[in-house]
C-alpha cells in the first residue's frame, strides 16, 4: 500500500495544529503567582537552619487609583528551611500561589551566612532557567531580611530601591556593579569576587563599599576607595568623581571615560602585571576652605595628583587582596591567556605562593579636557 505525499504530510500537520491550540502548557495567570521581587537568607539563631525572606508586592494596592496609609505596597514573609529549594515549596503551601523569580531584582545573603559560604544559596537560582540574569546579588552588612522591613517612606518596594540606587552610585564609583550573570563568571572561574556591600537603617538602605569573595566565602568588607579601583580594574567605570587636594583647594574631576589595559609579563621566571588606567574629565568644581578669592588652574599639577591618588588606591588594593589570596579581578585568567604554559605549571599553586608574590607596575594618566565655563574660578570661603 502507498501513500500520496499529501496524506504523508497530514499526520505532521494535524500534529502543529493540535499544539498551537493547546497554547502554552505551563501559562499561569497573574493572580496565581506570588513575584518574588527581592529574596534574602540569613543563618537561624536557633539551630542549623537557614531563613529566607521574600518581598512580594501586593498587586491589587498598585492597581486601585486610591489607596490610605494602611495600605499595604508589599508582602514581607520568612520561613525556615535547609534548603532554597525546601523554603520556596514552604511559601507555595501556605499561599497556594507558585513562587515566581522570573522578576526578582535582588538577592541578599546575611554577613553571617556568606562567612560559611555562599554557593549553597547562588546555586537554586543558577539552576532556574527563569531568573533575570541581570539582577543584583548584594552582600548585606548584619542581617539581610531585615533590609525590607526598612520604612521608607518614598520607596513601596525595596527590592526596586536597591537596584535604582545602585544604577545611581555606580555613576559615583562608591560601588561595583555586577550583574548575577557577572558574579556567576568571576566565581565559576576561580571562586572569588566583588558584591556591593548593603546595610539597613530605620528609614533606608545605603549601598557603599563592597564584600571580597574568596573561594565562594565572604572574608572582608571593602571600603569605597578600594571598591573605586576594583572598578578600575574590572574596567567598568561609567561615571563618577574624584576629588583631589592641591594646594588646600578641592579640586572634583568628573570622569567622561577610562579605561584599564592590563599586560602579564615574565621575566626570570618572575611574574608581574603592568596596569595603565587612562581617562579623560572636566573639573566641575573648586572649593577652597580658606580666604575667598580666585584661582588660576594649574592643570599639570592636578593631573599629577589625580594620577597618584588613582595609583596608590589601586596598589593598596592589590596588597590587601594579597594579604588575602584573593583575585577577584581574575589575574588567573590573563596569565593563562598570554602564558599558558607558565599557567600549567603553577595553577595548583597560584592563590597561596604565586599570586601573593605577583609585583605590579602602576601608572594612571589622567587628562583635564574642561574646566568649566570660565577661565577662571570663583571661590568661596568655607563657613566652618
Known amino acids: 500500500m502507498t501513500m500520496s505525499r499529501n496524506s504523508r504530510c497530514l499526520p505532521i500537520t494535524l500534529i502543529m495544529i493540535s499544539l498551537l491550540a493547546a497554547g502554552c502548557w505551563d501559562a499561569k495567570d497573574i493572580d496565581q503567582r506570588s513575584f518574588v521581587m527581592g529574596v534574602a537568607f540569613d543563618l537561624n539563631d536557633t ?16 492597581a486601585t487609583k486610591t489607596q490610605s496609609s494602611s495600605d499595604a505596597r508589599s508582602l514581607i514573609a520568612a520561613t525556615t528551611g535547609t534548603s532554597v529549594t525546601q523554603m520556596a515549596t514552604r ?16 538577592i541578599i545573603i546575611g554577613e553571617d551566612l556568606a562567612r560559611e559560604g555562599i554557593l549553597p544559596i547562588i546555586d537554586y537560582f543558577d539552576r532556574n532557567p527563569r531568573i533575570d540574569r541581570r539582577l543584583t546579588l548584594f552582600i548585606a552588612q548584619g542581617e539581610a531580611g531585615q533590609i525590607f522591613h526598612v520604612k521608607n517612606p518614598i520607596e513601596s518596594l525595596i527590592s526596586i530601591a536597591l537596584n535604582q540606587i545602585l544604577n545611581t552610585l555606580t555613576n559615583t564609583t562608591r560601588v561595583v556593579k555586577r550583574s548575577f550573570q557577572e558574579s556567576l563568571r568571576d566565581l565559576e572561574s576561580n571562586g572569588d569576587t566583588v558584591l556591593p556591600r548593603v546595610r539597613g537603617t530605620e528609614t533606608e538602605v545605603v549601598i557603599a563599599g563592597g564584600a571580597l569573595i574568596k573561594d565562594y566565602k565572604f572574608v572582608a568588607w571593602l571600603g569605597e576607595n578600594e571598591t573605586r579601583a576594583v572598578a578600575f580594574l574590572y574596567n567598568s567605570i561609567s561615571g563618577g568623581v574624584i576629588t583631589v587636594n592641591v594646594d588646600n583647594i578641592l579640586y572634583t574631576y568628573a570622569l567622561r571615560s577610562a579605561s584599564t589595559s592590563i599586560k602579564p609579563m615574565l621575566k626570570d621566571g618572575l611574574l608581574s602585571f603592568k596596569i595603565k588606567v587612562r581617562s579623560e574629565g572636566d573639573i566641575i568644581e573648586a572649593f577652597h576652605k580658606g580666604p575667598g578669592g580666585t584661582t588660576n588652574f594649574d592643570l599639570p599639577k592636578i593631573e599629577a595628583k589625580l594620577n597618584q591618588v588613582v595609583e596608590e588606591e589601586i596598589r593598596h588594593l592589590l596588597a590587601k587582596l594579597q594579604d588575602f589570596k584573593a583575585d577577584p579581578i581574575g589575574f588567573d585568567r590573563l596569565v593563562y591567556r598570554h602564558n599558558p604554559k607558565y599557567w600549567n605549571e603553577h595553577a595548583a599553586d597560584w592563590k597561596e605562593q604565586v599570586w601573593p608574590q605577583a609585583r605590579f607596575e602602576i601608572t594612571a594618566e589622567f587628562n583635564i579636557r574642561r574646566t568649566g565655563i570660565l577661565e577662571q574660578v570663583t571661590v568661596y570661603e568655607s563657613k566652618e
Open 47 to 62: 539551630d542549623d537552619t537557614l531563613v529566607m525572606t521574600v518581598e512580594i508586592p501586593v498587586l491589587t494596592s498598585f
Open 91 to 106: 511559601f507555595e503551601t501556605r499561599t497556594w500561589r507558585e513562587q515566581f523569580f522570573g522578576h526578582t531584582q535582588c
